[in-house]
């Protein structure tokens, strides 16, 4: 059967009183433009319609494919779910040959509809991103989606395509579970699943045969487990996460080994909830279900607004928290309550901040003459730039109780000797320790996730740091131009080395790179002038542009077969380079070199490099690498 255009609907809706047959009482509700609101997918377009006479919302899908069977299975749905009464779900009524739609697609003039409550919400996926800085929004909608699931589990139904675009929360916070189409009720046994799903949110061995009550395990347990390591962490989202889905994906799912998202949660299993939700998930992923366990295992506890009130405390410092700051006998100014501390003392060379101080603000000592300052344990942030340029400051030590360093709170502290970094702190921000000239060494606590841009940009004394096994990422710069470094050991938890990660660093020797890490960013180890060598893993599918430029003591070099592009000017002035091996893997050499049809530039990535007398290639691909290489081409040498 043949269906209306989405056009036709649209014309059909806006005259519906006299479309209809039973639901003449509905009417379209109108956006900005004068159309009606309505959305579309692959195989259905949804208006929001208003009762005239109750001023009730609903929406209302009209379908533009076939799908087989999806009239009995409505009428089922329908009716199983007809008494379950459930802030989870919405009622739903499906009318055969209700719509009546002037169509060119068939000789068909009536159409069937599918009525539900509309619910006023945002995606959960939406809902998360744009709470990732409220910790308490966040365990919230842990402990809510950990209630819904211990509600789903023990149904005698299934919802059959639960994912976050399917997940609405409301402006109250409750969720509430949409669209239907793929869910099973008992009266469907021993049917094929009409729809599967998405991939990154079901078990990567479902199939068509796999429906039942059960369908819903997985989804629920890996949709929990991400939702809740992002409350512990939100910056694990924006590492791991993308768009439509939250931090696993099917890759992820087909290969646990390999997956650098379960990798990234090591550090968080200190939380007794996130362990418990993790052993679930590995039950799901090897059963397929969690038929074996209790549904009271996904039960998280409530979380406790007045525990969140402290950490939800701005660093940021208005005019009106000014106006109404009380000043200490030392000058430092603080909020009404006590809890921040606004602005230090400029002219003190020795202070220490008030007990039951919660926030250091942003800048707070910014420029003063502080030498020596005593943090209570009482703290628990200290904000961007806090402590930056205080040229006096040599050494700091900060209390367990603090659990993130702002983005450059210690910039410009170039006498700062010595910090001490407790285990509660979880992430160091952007530029913390950007120009911090005199530290020698830091030894990063194992608490800590990722490392940030320009971290330690310009520590040009630092001879040694410790990188844990809990960190995944190291961001852009964040070690550039510490040209007092010797060597480094990546850990195998680090899945990507951010642009510029060691720029600079003219004193290192030696670098181990995992067996984990992905991809090299551009410029990476540029002018690592004393780098002498460098194993590159199998793991690795990208060199980005400039990575190895001005390496001048590297002498040889092994690109692994798992290597697909290497940048524009990658190895440029490596003066020592003698031969280099290029695998038949790499397809792409240039910012624009690419294969098959697409424009060759290869002419920059070996410049300079005086020594080189041969580039090893596959036998068989000389005429390849000679248009990628076409100034080298005299160096190829095919073994």
């Given at each position: 059967?043949?269906?209306?255009?989405?056009?036709?609907?649209?014309?059909?809706?806006?005259?519906?009183?006299?479309?209809?047959?039973?639901?003449?009482?509905?009417?379209?509700?109108?956006?900005?433009?004068?159309?009606?609101?309505?959305?579309?997918?692959?195989?259905?377009?949804?208006?929001?319609?208003?009762?005239?006479?109750?001023?009730?919302?609903?929406?209302?899908?009209?379908?533009?494919?076939?799908?087989?069977?999806?009239?009995?299975?409505?009428?089922?749905?329908?009716?199983?779910?007809?008494?379950?009464?459930?802030?989870?779900?919405?009622?739903?009524?499906?009318?055969?040959?209700?719509?009546?739609?002037?169509?060119?697609?068939?000789?068909?003039?009536?159409?069937?509809?599918?009525?539900?409550?509309?619910?006023?919400?945002?995606?959960?996926?939406?809902?998360?991103?744009?709470?990732?800085?409220?910790?308490?929004?966040?365990?919230?909608?842990?402990?809510?989606?950990?209630?819904?699931?211990?509600?789903?589990?023990?149904?005698?139904?299934?919802?059959?395509?639960?994912?976050?675009?399917?997940?609405?929360?409301?402006?109250?916070?409750?969720?509430?579970?949409?669209?239907?189409?793929?869910?099973?009720?008992?009266?469907?046994?021993?049917?094929?699943?009409?729809?599967?799903?998405?991939?990154?949110?079901?078990?990567?061995?479902?199939?068509?045969?796999?429906?039942?009550?059960?369908?819903?395990?997985?989804?629920?347990?890996?949709?929990?487990?991400?939702?809740?390591?992002?409350?512990?962490?939100?910056?694990?989202?924006?590492?791991?996460?993308?768009?439509?889905?939250?931090?696993?994906?099917?890759?992820?799912?087909?290969?646990?080994?390999?997956?650098?998202?379960?990798?990234?949660?090591?550090?968080?299993?200190?939380?007794?909830?996130?362990?418990?939700?993790?052993?679930?998930?590995?039950?799901?992923?090897?059963?397929?279900?969690?038929?074996?366990?209790?549904?009271?295992?996904?039960?998280?506890?409530?979380?406790?607004?007045?525990?969140?009130?402290?950490?939800?405390?701005?660093?940021?410092?208005?005019?009106?928290?000014?106006?109404?700051?009380?000043?200490?006998?030392?000058?430092?100014?603080?909020?009404?309550?006590?809890?921040?501390?606004?602005?230090?003392?400029?002219?003190?060379?020795?202070?220490?901040?008030?007990?039951?101080?919660?926030?250091?603000?942003?800048?707070?000592?910014?420029?003063?003459?502080?030498?020596?300052?005593?943090?209570?344990?009482?703290?628990?942030?200290?904000?961007?730039?806090?402590?930056?340029?205080?040229?006096?400051?040599?050494?700091?030590?900060?209390?367990?109780?603090?659990?993130?360093?702002?983005?450059?709170?210690?910039?410009?502290?170039?006498?700062?000797?010595?910090?001490?970094?407790?285990?509660?702190?979880?992430?160091?921000?952007?530029?913390?320790?950007?120009?911090?000239?005199?530290?020698i060494s830091i030894h990063i606590p194992d608490s800590v996730a990722s490392i940030g841009d320009e971290a330690f940009f310009w520590c040009t004394s630092l001879t040694s740091i410790h990188i844990p096994n809990s960190v995944t990422s190291i961001g852009k710069g964040a070690f550039s131009g510490c040209e007092s470094l010797t060597s480094i050991h990546i850990p195998d938890s680090v899945a990507s080395i951010g642009?510029?990660?060691?720029?600079?660093?003219?004193?290192?020797?030696?670098?181990?790179?995992?067996?984990?890490?992905?991809?090299?960013?551009?410029?990476?180890?540029?002018?690592?002038?004393?780098?002498?060598?460098?194993?590159?893993?199998?793991?690795?599918?990208?060199?980005?542009?400039?990575?190895?430029?001005?390496?001048?003591?590297?002498?040889?070099?092994?690109?692994?077969?798992?290597?697909?592009?290497?940048?524009?000017?990658?190895?440029?002035?490596?003066?020592?380079?003698?031969?280099?091996?290029?695998?038949?893997?790499?397809?792409?050499?240039?910012?624009?070199?690419?294969?098959?049809?697409?424009?060759?530039?290869?002419?920059?990535?070996?410049?300079?490099?005086?020594?080189?007398?041969?580039?090893?290639?596959?036998?068989?691909?000389?005429?390849?690498?000679?248009?990628?290489?076409?100034?080298?081409?005299?160096?190829?040498?095919?073994?």
């Open positions: 059967m043949n269906y209306p255009l989405i056009s036709e609907y649209i014309e059909a809706i806006k005259a519906a009183e006299d479309n209809f047959e039973e639901l003449t009482n509905l009417k379209p509700v109108l956006g900005d433009d004068g159309q009606p609101v309505m959305t579309s997918g692959n195989f259905a377009v949804v208006f929001k319609m208003e009762d005239m006479k109750t001023g009730k919302f609903y929406a209302l899908k009209c379908f533009t494919k076939e799908q087989e069977g999806r009239a009995e299975a409505y009428h089922q749905i329908a009716d199983a779910l007809k008494d379950v009464d459930s802030p989870y779900l919405v009622s739903l009524r499906y009318l055969d040959k209700e719509l009546f739609v002037d169509t060119e697609q068939t000789s068909e003039t009536e159409f069937p509809v599918l009525l539900m409550d509309w619910v006023e919400g945002k995606t959960l996926d939406k809902y998360l991103r744009e709470n990732l800085d409220d910790k308490y929004a966040l365990e919230m909608l842990a402990y809510r989606f950990s209630q819904l699931a211990q509600w789903l589990i023990p149904q005698p139904f299934a919802h059959g395509d639960l994912k976050p675009d399917n997940i609405l929360v409301r402006e109250d916070g409750t969720l509430v579970l949409v669209d239907y189409d793929g869910m099973y009720v008992p009266a469907m046994k021993g049917q094929k699943a009409r729809e599967l799903g998405s991939p990154d949110f079901r078990h990567p061995l479902r199939t068509e045969n796999d429906f039942d009550e059960h369908i819903d395990d997985f989804s629920l347990v890996s949709i929990l487990l991400s939702v809740k390591a992002v409350s512990l962490l939100p910056e694990l989202l924006e590492q791991y996460g993308a768009k439509d889905r939250l931090l696993f994906s099917e890759k992820d799912y087909r290969n646990l080994s390999e997956s650098r998202v379960l990798e990234a949660l090591r550090p968080l299993m200190q939380d007794l909830e996130l362990t418990s939700l993790y052993s679930l998930f590995i039950l799901a992923i090897s059963h397929n279900n969690l038929s074996l366990v209790s549904f009271r295992l996904f039960n998280l506890s409530r979380p406790n607004r007045n525990q969140f009130e402290n950490e939800n405390l701005s660093t940021e410092v208005t005019k009106e928290d000014l106006a109404t700051a009380w000043t200490d006998e030392y000058g430092a100014k603080y909020s009404k309550d006590g809890k921040r501390l606004l602005k230090g003392p400029k002219d003190v060379i020795e202070y220490s901040v008030k007990n039951d101080t919660v926030i250091i603000c942003d800048n707070a000592f910014e420029r003063s003459k502080i030498a020596k300052i005593k943090i209570p344990n009482s703290v628990t942030s200290i904000g961007k730039g806090a402590l930056s340029n205080c040229y006096s400051l040599t050494s700091i030590h900060i209390p367990n109780s603090v659990t993130s360093i702002g983005k450059g709170a210690f910039l410009g502290c170039y006498s700062l000797t010595f910090i001490h970094i407790p285990d509660s702190v979880t992430y160091i921000g952007e530029c913390s320790f950007m120009g911090c000239t005199s530290l642009d510029e990660a060691f720029f600079r660093c003219a004193s290192l020797t030696s670098i181990h790179i995992p067996d984990s890490v992905a991809s090299i960013g551009d410029w990476a180890f540029e002018d690592c002038k004393s780098l002498i060598s460098i194993h590159i893993p199998d793991s690795v599918t990208s060199i980005g542009n400039k990575t190895f430029s001005g390496c001048e003591s590297i002498t040889s070099i092994h690109i692994p077969n798992s290597v697909t592009y290497i940048g524009e000017g990658a190895f440029s002035g490596c003066k020592s380079l003698i031969s280099i091996h290029i695998p038949d893997s790499v397809t792409c050499i240039g910012v624009i070199a690419t294969f098959y049809g697409c424009a060759i530039r290869g002419d920059d990535v070996f410049s300079s490099c005086a020594s080189l007398t041969s580039i090893i290639i596959p036998i068989g691909t000389r005429e390849k690498f000679e248009e990628m290489l076409p100034y080298d081409k005299d160096k190829l040498v095919e073994q």
